[in-house]
């Protein structure tokens, strides 16, 4: 940071913050001094390629190619995935992986192939190894999903770590999606992105690339069929996307490409094929099941502003109790914790802590409480003192605790690399929860400093354990925020396993969401902010992490009532749903946008809360299946180019088709429509797919539609579990499943699967179980009856 970017800092934080802006400057050289003696210095380097195939060994699964000046190891396992690593990389250890790695397949076997090469024949995919080092992944007919050009690597005369680039081609059809989910749009343009994670230093909105959630995972689909690609490296690094080009029927087609250029570390990843739902079904059996939520937590969260106290807290809980708007977790920001002390609430906003979280439990709301990983220099102090009794705090290259700034100014660091480290950080939970707090959300957590820029916190230089092994922070930056969640999220179940602890992550990395879910900081509050909310969360739900959501509201909205209610209908029908105070005061509760607001905002409300027996399904099948709860419009036709290009709406579930509005002034818009029956759910008009088709969109609400023959599970009118059946098409028949929750814990619920049919002229919904059907389990709805359909 440099002198004119301090004064652009003072200026977006006030002259109050110049003080953390010096110190922000202070640490910012140290870090750079840090790193000028603690990184090896650039020499010359050696550059280095494959060369061609010396010898093999057959294995189980796979087995070793040796070339002239490297060896690839490849491995096809159990479930289906494949694994190759350069220069003897294994699968493990990996933060990526939920424990070991899978078995290897003994059906596959490395036999030679034409041309010198070799291959690797599974049942779902063939691997083609060139006799030069190009590695082929293809369908078991022959067609070629993607290809790894021979890698390239430099690596120091002196020694130390090498940089590597590997260059991949794909389909000219083939569209780009993940990377952990960038503001640009689900789909990755052409362009380079860092992967680096990183609290953007303005607003993210579109044309960004990834933020704080970020991992090198491509999910990339083409009209051969769908696959995830996952580089298992941490360090810093970029991928540059060019999308490919069709020669109209000339053969001329021109490949679509990536080039992974990583700046140290192992050259190892794993690729899925298949449909979108095995796919995502193999990656989460390799990195783990998604956290299930507590049920509160599927309900409408909001977060006061950050200086407000306890009054403040009382306010807004009952101007949503008078105005009839639910509510089911109020989250507390770095206002009601002394910065210092880290692990204790500040006495003067907060005084009775757990007399309010009891006032909201009674209520059925639930108190969340934001933690940070800076840890104020203040001896002492409990966890300060703690932490350097333990050892805890990341150092510098020479042996120094490393300083940085955080919400308490000067702060330390804790190595959640370290076992024994998280295990103490996991505890220090235990006295907010027993203040009340149901949950925790992490911020600042990738880690970087509390300023207008995001400035990074620790040095390049920095050491961590890494659980052993040892390191710098060029690998422990990307998955410092997962081994956060990971210590939060095992401090709470030690603390009470019968519940389902609720953790909040910015930052993350794959398997991320083992440990809960992600909330996408930092977006733009404009009607751009919108589409890249958006499109964090589909990306996001793409590489794994299901449960992701926007903040809603903030300064702007205060401005301008239409975009505070168009983000509020987007945000009640995706996965995490919470708004943020902003504007005077830091205030933005509906009713302060008048009377015609409020109302849209009630009805939007009581939709969510009508649907959370739908989310609650949802939340079971992504930790049973890895399903996203929000997809892509894609998501049951990949081959569907149209659907493919299509940004604006997104499917919720199997069920619903959401089509926010993303722009001002918008009464009527376009839908594309996939196969099928579709209905809009407020008028029950009937659409049959695919089709493009102009609808309604008045300000009180957005165009939703139901798929024709599902079985939704919702809240009917007197507060009980109801089935809403939309009717399927006549001669066709409709289902769904409900998994029901029986509680905070760890129950597992049986799965309630339910068929749709016309008998004559009623609909028919029966339960399957036992030898024939059984009634359901709760009333029954059927909406969709006696109106005209037709494609329009």
């Not at 959640?416 to 949950?439: D, I, K, N, P």
């Amino acid at each position: 940071m440099e002198g004119r970017d301090l004064v652009c800092s003072v200026k977006s934080v006030g002259w109050a913050g110049a003080a953390q802006g010096l110190r922000t400057v202070r640490a910012a050289w140290r870090r750079r001094r840090a790193d000028a003696t603690g990184l090896p210095p650039r020499g010359p380097v050696r550059a280095r390629v494959p060369g061609t195939v010396r010898e093999v060994e057959p294995g189980l699964g796979g087995g070793l190619v040796r070339f002239d000046r490297s060896e690839l190891r490849i491995l096809v396992a159990v479930n289906g995935a494949v694994f190759w690593g350069w220069d003897g990389a294994a699968p493990e250890p990996s933060y990526a992986l939920a424990g070991r790695c899978p078995d290897p397949d003994p059906r596959a076997v490395l036999e030679p192939d034409k041309d010198g090469g070799w291959r690797v024949v599974a049942e779902r995919v063939t691997v083609a190894v060139s006799r030069h080092g190009a590695v082929e992944v293809l369908t078991p007919g022959g067609v070629t999903l993607r290809r790894d050009l021979p890698p390239r690597w430099w690596e120091p005369v002196g020694g130390g770590a090498a940089r590597w680039r590997q260059r991949s081609e794909v389909p000219a059809d083939a569209r780009f999606f993940g990377l952990g989910g960038c503001a640009s749009g689900p789909r990755l343009r052409d362009g380079t992105y860092r992967l680096w994670s990183t609290a953007p230093g303005r607003a993210a909105g579109p044309g960004d690339g990834p933020a704080s959630v970020t991992m090198p995972v491509q999910v990339v689909v083409a009209d051969a069929g769908t696959h995830l690609v996952f580089h298992d490296n941490s360090w810093d690094g970029t991928v540059t996307l060019r999308e490919g080009a069709e020669g109209a029927g000339s053969g001329h087609d021109r490949v679509g490409t990536s080039e992974l250029r990583m700046e140290g570390g192992p050259l190892r990843c794993w690729v899925m094929v298949g449909t979108p739902a095995r796919v995502l079904l193999v990656w989460a059996s390799l990195t783990g099941a998604p956290s299930l939520p507590p049920a509160w937590a599927l309900g409408h969260h909001h977060v006061p502003g950050a200086a407000d106290g306890e009054e403040e807290v009382r306010r807004i809980v009952a101007g949503h109790r008078e105005h009839g708007l639910p509510l089911d977790a109020v989250h507390l920001g770095v206002g009601h914790v002394d910065a210092r002390r880290v692990s204790t609430a500040g006495q003067e906003r907060f005084p009775g802590l757990p007399v309010l979280a009891d006032e909201l439990r009674r209520e059925g709301i639930r108190l969340v409480s934001v933690v940070g990983p800076a840890v104020g220099v203040a001896p002492g102090t409990t966890v300060y003192d703690g932490g350097v009794e333990r050892d805890a705090f990341v150092r510098d290259a020479s042996g120094r605790v490393v300083e940085g700034t955080g919400w308490a100014g000067e702060a330390v660091f804790p190595d959640f690399t370290h076992a024994r480290v998280r295990a103490w950080w996991g505890g220090l939970y235990t006295e907010r929860s027993a203040q009340g707090f149901a949950g925790f959300w992490h911020g600042m957590d990738e880690p970087t400093s509390f300023t207008a820029f995001g400035e990074p916190t620790l040095p390049r230089s920095a050491r961590h354990v890494l659980d052993g092994r040892g390191g710098d922070h060029r690998e422990a930056h990307n998955v410092y925020g997962l081994c956060m969640a990971r210590a939060a999220y095992e401090g709470l179940r030690e603390r009470a396993p019968r519940e389902r602890p609720f953790v909040l992550s910015r930052s993350g990395w794959a398997g991320v969401q083992r440990y809960g879910g992600a909330w996408s900081g930092g977006v733009v509050a404009g009607w751009s902010g919108l589409r890249a909310s958006l499109s964090l969360v589909l990306g996001a739900g793409l590489c794994g992490v299901p449960c992701a959501g926007p903040d809603i509201g903030g300064s702007e909205a205060q401005t301008s009532p239409e975009l505070y209610l168009r983000g509020l209908q987007l945000g009640a029908y995706l996965p995490f749903f919470r708004t943020r105070a902003g504007g005077r005061a830091g205030r933005g509760e509906p009713w302060e946008f008048g009377a015609d607001v409020l109302e849209h905002a009630r009805g939007t409300l009581v939709e969510r809360r009508r649907l959370l027996p739908y989310f609650t399904t949802l939340a079971h099948l992504a930790r049973r299946t890895g399903v996203p709860y929000a997809r892509p419009l894609w998501w049951s036709a990949p081959e569907d180019r149209a659907l493919r290009d299509c940004e604006d709406a997104f499917l919720l579930g199997d069920c619903l088709l959401v089509a926010p509005v993303l722009a001002p002034g918008t009464e009527r818009r376009t839908v594309r429509l996939p196969h099928g029956r579709w209905y809009d759910t407020a008028t029950e008009r009937a659409y049959d797919g695919p089709a493009r088709v102009r609808v309604d969109a008045p300000v009180g609400r957005i165009p939703v539609f139901a798929r024709g023959g599902a079985v939704l599970p919702v809240l009917g009118e007197d507060g009980g579990p109801e089935l809403e059946v939309w009717a399927p098409a006549r001669g066709r028949t409709g289902g769904g499943l409900v998994v029901p929750d029986v509680g905070e814990g760890w129950e597992e619920p049986e799965t309630e699967r339910y068929t749709v049919r016309w008998s004559g002229p009623r609909i028919v919904v029966e339960r399957e179980g036992g030898n024939g059907g059984a009634e359901p389990s709760c009333p029954v709805r059927v909406r969709g009856l006696g109106r005209g359909g037709g494609q329009v």
